[in-house]
């Protein structure tokens, strides 16, 4: 690194006249970063002495700006901040040329490189566009859209290796003989901004479901035809799509119906093409079918003079005929396959194509989605956790998509985890939010942490583009909510307890109070009760204390004198004598 001395500085300069000239090659290139380029700046001049190894070359990103790299006549180079030695220097002395090299490529390496010799001749520049190793791929469709004045057209662009969520678009639209226009863009934020002379009659929306940027023209005029054109990141363009707006009183139409039918595999389903200002009797009929990311493919042909050609793998299962009754052409498919599933197009004429009818043929048992739990109640800073289990597929060959439906909202997409563990999320929504899979009960798991009063709302797992699950309503309570339910909770197990325990005392107390009514006889005081128990107790120890008694003969045996107690009454007392004692006889075994 170094300057060069100013003595030879003046030099220099007398050495080069106005007819000295620097071309720069290439004017732009486009590199995928990781990868090396090279630029070439010649050196032209009317003086044979004008060679490369006699004067300083600087390089710089504008005109008049600051250097960035510089390569003097004694070998030593100049490097900003910045610019390591990636960045290599050199001349070229056979074809009079300066060279710039850049190797590893990075993002930040895309700029204009413009070489500069003396301070005030520069090169023409050259544009240096470092893309990613994987750049998006756009695949425009249809190719050709044909549609009446009046009626609305729909142009697909379809992208690969990004998400549309995460994407600006661009709609441009070339007339023949014209340079491309704008037409309008929409952003991540689904902000829309159009070109002057465009109006709300050209919408952009985006399809997560196939990851494809639609743009829609409603009531099509004549001068509404043309090429359009999808693009991203600045420079990458889809193949376009060419858009014809016919006279509604010159050509045929051609309406199709049903524009989608849903059929489990192995079934039949049938299209119907009708058209107007033209017989069906006198043309020929021609049914394509056309899968996302790809071009119309040719099924069958039916001619006016009721002859037929198939297309390979459709023999046995197509059928095309008429119905003049309603002017109309019928396609049949029998014994549908999943790979049948596309949109189906009649034309006639070669050029004049029907709008198409969607078929979405789907296994025989397709999956069914249980999610669990119905309602999820967490509090505000914990986790909450929604569970989608999975019938008659399995989740580890299944992409998963989540949404959130919240109160007088659409649906809005939250994110996508596919089956090679990736996680697409919509745009706003943080890793907060992940997907995962628990295979041990087929199940995907959707875990919020750090939930936030903003998340409340019904989630949906969806898979196959249309199977949704039945929903869970996620609440999120404030701390303060969950301590005042704590509180309610506690006040009212406490009551429940203290209920029991008043309950349990009292069918005690009533048990007692039973008791001690059937144990005493009626009119009897607690002194006579007294009188006997001491009575018993006492003949009871008396016999424990004797010997045993000898053996009894037959005949003989102990009797104990009780007194029969007696109910009060009105009447006199009795007197009992000894005669009048009642015995109770109590034979020992």
């Avoid at 050259?126 to 998006?136: H, Q, S």
């Avoid at 095309?320 to 189906?344: C, K, P, Q």
């Avoid at 990736?422 to 295979?439: A, H, I, K, V, Y």
Wanted: hydrophobic letters at 35%; one cysteine or more.
């Amino acid at each position: 690194m170094g300057t060069a001395d100013a003595g030879e500085s003046k030099i220099i300069k007398c050495r080069v006249d106005t007819q000295t000239t620097l071309l720069q090659s290439p004017e732009a290139v486009t590199v995928t970063e990781g990868g090396t380029v090279t630029f070439r700046c010649d050196l032209r001049s009317s003086n044979a002495d004008s060679t490369v190894n006699r004067y300083d070359l600087h390089w710089h990103h504008s005109r008049g700006g600051l250097k960035i790299l510089s390569h003097y006549v004694n070998g030593r180079v100049y490097r900003s901040r910045g610019f390591s030695e990636r960045f290599q220097l050199s001349r070229n002395v056979t074809s009079n040329s300066y060279i710039l090299t850049i190797r590893d490529l990075k993002l930040t390496d895309s700029n204009t490189y413009i070489c500069e010799i003396w301070g005030k001749i520069y090169g023409n520049g050259t544009r240096l566009n470092v893309t990613i190793a994987n750049p998006p791929i756009l695949l425009q469709s249809p190719s050709l859209e044909r549609v009446t004045e009046g009626h609305t057209a729909r142009l697909q662009c379809t992208i690969r290796n990004a998400a549309v969520t995460r994407t600006d678009v661009h709609w441009y639209w070339e007339q023949p003989g014209n340079t491309t226009e704008w037409v309008l863009t929409h952003d991540v934020r689904n902000i829309t901004q159009r070109s002057p002379g465009f109006t709300e009659r050209f919408q952009s929306f985006r399809d997560s479901s196939n990851n494809s940027f639609i743009l829609t023209i409603t009531n099509v005029q004549p001068n509404d035809t043309g090429i359009y054109y999808c693009k991203v990141w600045g420079d990458i363009s889809g193949n376009g799509s060419k858009l014809t707006v016919t006279d509604p009183l010159a050509d045929p139409v051609l309406i199709q119906y049903p524009r989608f039918s849903k059929v489990p595999e192995g079934e039949t389903v049938e299209f119907q093409c009708a058209m107007h200002n033209a017989s069906v009797n006198d043309t020929d009929v021609h049914w394509h079918y056309q899968q996302p990311g790809s071009n119309r493919e040719w099924v069958i042909s039916q001619f006016e003079n009721g002859t037929f050609t198939k297309a390979q793998g459709f023999h046995d299962r197509v059928h095309a005929s008429r119905n003049v009754g309603s002017n109309s052409y019928i396609l049949r498919l029998v014994n549908v396959t999943l790979n049948d599933s596309a949109v189906y197009h009649c034309s006639v004429w070669s050029y004049i194509y029907g709008a198409g009818s969607q078929l979405n043929v789907t296994v025989a048992n397709p999956p069914v989605l249980l999610q669990s739990p119905s309602l999820e109640r967490v509090t505000e800073g914990h986790t909450a956790r929604l569970q989608c289990t999975m019938r008659n597929a399995a989740v580890t060959h299944t992409d998963i998509h989540w949404y959130q439906e919240q109160l007088g909202n659409n649906k809005t997409w939250v994110l996508t985890h596919d089956v090679r563990n990736n996680t697409q999320w919509s745009p706003g929504l943080t890793e907060r939010f992940q997907s995962s899979r628990d295979p041990s009960n087929n199940s995907f798991i959707l875990t919020i942490t750090n939930v936030q009063p903003n998340d409340t709302g019904v989630y949906y797992c969806k898979v196959w583009g249309d199977i949704n699950g039945n929903g869970t309503l996620l609440s999120v309570m404030e701390q303060s909510e969950e301590l005042w339910l704590m509180i309610i909770i506690g006040v009212a197990l406490a009551f429940v307890v203290l209920l029991c325990i008043f309950l349990i005392i009292l069918l005690y107390v009533k048990k007692w109070a039973c008791f001690q009514h059937r144990s005493k006889p009626e009119g009897t005081s607690e002194e006579e009760l007294n009188t006997v128990y001491a009575t018993v107790s006492a003949e009871v120890q008396n016999k424990q204390m004797t010997a045993s008694p000898p053996p009894l003969e037959e005949g003989e045996l102990y009797y104990a004198d009780i007194q029969f107690f007696r109910k009060k009454t009105e009447q006199p007392a009795t007197v009992v004598t000894e005669e009048s004692t009642e015995y109770a006889a109590i034979k020992y075994t």
